[in-house]
């Protein structure tokens, strides 16, 4: 069974950086495809939304609109561990980070988004943004 653990999390200023990790166990990531979503302040666990996505098993990535150009995602297939990386924060990236993960079965390109599909998830961890 795969499990996820995520760390990195904090108070920071707005325009400061941070980096989350998301180290798993139990499998190797190698087929996997992980995400990460976010649950800001006041919203329901159905309001999660998918920030960043990386494929393991060839390196994809997808970012959300609103992340692109301050947030990178990467791997160390080494420490079985993916990263997101985090700059020029905002008040509004304000929430509890996620990671998840699924088996890569994609029958094309596009990665899964929907945090439905996502069987294994870590127990979060709290990014504040605030002066």
């Known amino acids: 069974q795969l499990q996820l653990v995520e760390s990195g999390g904090g108070l920071v200023q707005p325009g400061g950086s941070l980096r989350l990790s998301c180290a798993a166990s139990?499998?190797?990531?190698?087929?996997?495809?992980i995400g990460w979503f976010r649950q800001a302040p006041g919203k329901e666990r159905e309001e999660r939304e998918g920030?960043?996505?990386?494929?393991?098993?060839?390196?994809?990535?997808f970012y959300k609109d609103s992340v692109k150009g301050r947030f990178t995602i990467s791997r160390d297939t080494a420490k079985n561990t993916v990263y997101l990386q985090m700059n020029s924060l905002k008040p509004g990236d304000t929430a509890v980070y996620y990671c998840?993960?699924?088996?890569?079965?994609?029958?094309?390109?596009?990665?899964?988004?929907?945090?439905?599909?996502?069987?294994?998830w870590g127990q979060g961890t709290q990014v504040t943004v605030s002066s």
């Open positions: 998840a993960g699924i088996l890569d079965l994609r029958s094309g390109t596009l990665l899964p988004k929907d945090p439905h599909q996502y069987h294994y």
């Open positions: 139990g499998i190797a990531l190698d087929y996997y495809v």
């Open positions: 920030v960043s996505y990386i494929s393991l098993s060839d390196g994809s990535t």
